[in-house]
């Protein structure tokens, strides 16, 4: 949310090609999805999240960053209507994003990581 703050109030280096703030109120790539099931998900997501800490599935530096990057998209949604994202690569079409969904990226990629990791171990 800070981020946010810096990015869409104070206009930080909105003079770069790497800002360009949007809302988008779909899903990924801006696709329509209802608000309601954006909504049930989202929660249903951090529900899921922390019932899979708890029985030991996953661990807290995963269970925060998922957490993390789906209440921060939360919050936007119930507050704005839409996610505020504002981080523009600028190749190969790539969608605007967030440090939400940074956070919600690195969560599943370790989370993978540590799953692959386990089942080699295993074998």
């Known amino acids: 949310m800070l981020s946010k703050y810096f990015f869409y109030n104070m206009k930080y280096l909105e003079h770069t090609s790497l ?3 949007v809302l988008n109120t779909g899903i990924s790539r801006s696709l329509p999805v209802p608000f309601i099931l954006i909504l049930a998900i989202s929660i249903i997501g951090i529900w899921a999240f922390i019932r899979l800490f708890a029985i030991k599935k996953i661990n807290r530096f995963i269970t925060a960053f998922l957490i993390a990057g789906t209440a921060g998209n939360l919050i936007d949604r119930l507050i704005y209507g839409g996610v ?3 981080i523009n690569v600028g190749i190969f079409n790539f969608p605007i994003f967030n440090f ?4 919600l990226s690195i969560g599943v990629a370790v989370r993978i990581i540590v799953q692959l990791t386990n089942n080699s171990e295993k074998k």
Do not use: K, L
């Not at 939400?100 to 956070?103: N, R, S």
């Open 19 to 21: 800002i360009r703030p």
């Open 84 to 86: 505020r994202d504002f």
């Open 100 to 103: 939400a969904d940074i956070m």
